[in-house]
């Protein structure tokens, strides 16, 4: 494990996922490549962790997807935010943050 990587905290891999998705449809891999672009390395995600988290999305009706052809001309499933996927997104950012500044207060704290 590269020293800048760390484990994925319970519940930070939806949130990921969402804001992965904010921008444009992507395939699975390109998930995960766009998760370790936007945390500068800190986080890879791996298949085994990433499928069954869209899985779990897809059924609570965040995420739609489709098959379409990837770059390299392969057949890929590609995944887009729903309305109540970009919904939950706004929900789990505010959460994010507000434990974010707790955690910031916790560790300041003498």
């Not at 766009?34 to 009706?61: C, D, N, W, Y």
Request: glycine residues 10%.
């Amino acid at each position: 494990m590269n020293s800048k990587q760390v484990n994925l905290l319970q519940g930070t891999l939806d949130l990921l996922i969402l804001k992965s998705l904010g921008a444009a449809e992507l395939h699975g891999l390109g998930i995960s490549r766009r998760i370790e672009q936007m945390t500068q390395g800190t986080f890879l995600v791996k298949p085994g962790s990433l499928f069954p988290a869209l899985h779990r999305m897809e059924e609570a009706g965040w995420l739609s997807s489709f098959w379409g052809e990837s770059e390299n001309r392969r057949r890929a499933k590609y995944y887009r935010l729903t309305k109540a996927g970009k919904g939950q997104l706004v929900v789990e950012t505010q959460e994010w943050k507000k434990i974010s500044l707790a955690m910031n207060s916790a560790l300041e704290a003498t």
